[in-house]
């Protein structure tokens, strides 16, 4: 191949990539589909099994993609959490950091040119890392990953470019006992078309 066929090329991908980019723009703003990131801010509540079975509760936050159009879109989300137990016998202190990957769909409804509401589903996938603190000593433990699915509504107003929403969404980590499952409820703010 010579150094003139490959520039050539480059033009051309250059000026194809361009076009598909105001061809996209255009049809986002014209065709009803578009875009939305969402900085997201709000709290857990977790099922721990570990020392013993029970619920804490702890601040989150992150980001989510949401792109289609009303009617469907495909949504990703990351959150990151971390919480701290303390305890009278060994071990003394565990600290829990979670980072949460949401992969799913998202379906919105609107009720005027402000309000509306949306559902969402898909699944999680779930890094626990535990720093437990005995004796002075800490021992640091990552859990394998877990995937489960999730599940959650969400009601928001929009003014223009700019929405803000309040979140509900389920995590079903045990299908047979409901206070096993995961909650997040968060407030954020959309950027997009």
């Not at 003139?4 to 255009?26: E, Q």
């Not at 009278?88 to 609107?110: Q, V, W």
């Not at 800490?138 to 003014?159: F, I, Q, R, T």
């Amino acid at each position: 191949m010579s150094i003139r066929f490959v520039k050539l090329l480059i033009l051309v991908g250059a000026v194809s990539l361009f076009s598909n980019i105001s061809r996209a723009a255009s049809f986002t703003l014209s065709k009803g589909a578009g875009y939305q990131i969402e900085p997201i801010y709000g709290y857990e509540t977790v099922f721990r099994d570990y020392p013993s079975n029970h619920l804490t509760t702890h601040m989150l936050y992150g980001l989510r993609l949401t792109a289609g159009v009303d009617l469907l879109s495909v949504e990703a989300e990351y959150t990151k959490s971390s919480d701290t137990e303390d305890y009278s016998t060994a071990p003394e202190k565990i600290k829990t950091d979670d980072e949460n990957y949401k992969l799913g769909i998202n379906s919105t409804y609107r009720f005027n040119t402000y309000f509306f509401m949306s559902g969402r589903a898909g699944a999680q996938a779930t890094k626990e890392t535990r720093t437990e603190t005995s004796g002075g000593v800490d021992s640091k433990d990552e859990e394998p990953m877990k995937y489960n699915p999730y599940a959650g509504a969400s009601l928001g107003v929009k003014l223009g470019p700019l929405s803000l929403n309040l979140n509900s969404t389920v995590i079903f980590r045990d299908a047979t006992n409901m206070s096993k499952n995961n909650y997040q409820n968060t407030f954020s703010v959309g950027i997009g078309y």
